[in-house]
């Protein structure tokens, strides 16, 4: 439910933004790519990764997106949020995403991108000791996710499904 003092802030693909309340924050299109929101419940601040890929180090660009990575932009997203007055022991994390878009017969690895965000995704909030909450990961359906800061709901909308609360 969008309140007319709330601004949604839209965040885009391999990118991160933040968000006080009132206000909240979304990602559209959410296939493979995984949405991370990490919050602090009581400042009612969040920050919202949408992480494109799982790792970095893979990676030929000499001009690097950091914010497209998993293991480069979680860190980001938390030491930006702790700068903000968040307390870096209240955070916590709801994330969504990293389907499997298209069906493979090839069992290899690099086909499995949405599996591995996930992976990478939890790894990297394990390493932080942020607890992940609830998480609406999987499957092959596409996903658009906002977070509310004022009640820490994340809505969930799937294609050709209803939209539902984590």
Do not use: W
Not at 68 to 87: C, F, H, R, W
Not at 117 to 126: G, R
Not at 130 to 148: L, Q
């Amino acid at each position: 439910m969008i309140h007319s003092n709330q601004t949604v802030i839209k965040v885009g693909i391999a990118d991160l933004k933040f968000v006080t309340a009132p206000d909240a924050i979304r990602t559209l299109g959410l296939g493979s790519c995984v949405g991370v929101v990490v919050y602090d419940e009581v400042k009612k601040l969040a920050g919202l990764s949408h992480v494109l890929l799982p790792d970095s180090t893979h990676t030929r660009q000499s001009n690097l997106n950091e914010l497209k990575y998993a293991d480069t932009a979680i860190p980001i997203l938390v030491d930006e949020l702790v700068k903000s007055g968040a307390n870096k022991n209240r955070l916590k994390a709801k994330i969504a995403g990293g389907a499997q878009m298209f069906q493979f017969t090839s069992s290899s690895d690099t086909m499995r991108i949405g599996e591995r965000n996930i992976d990478a995704v939890k790894e990297k909030l394990k390493e932080y000791e942020i607890p992940i909450v609830s998480s609406d990961v999987g499957g092959n359906s596409g996903r658009t996710i906002e977070f509310n800061p004022s009640t820490s709901e994340l809505k969930i909308r799937k294609v050709r499904s209803d939209e539902y609360t984590i």
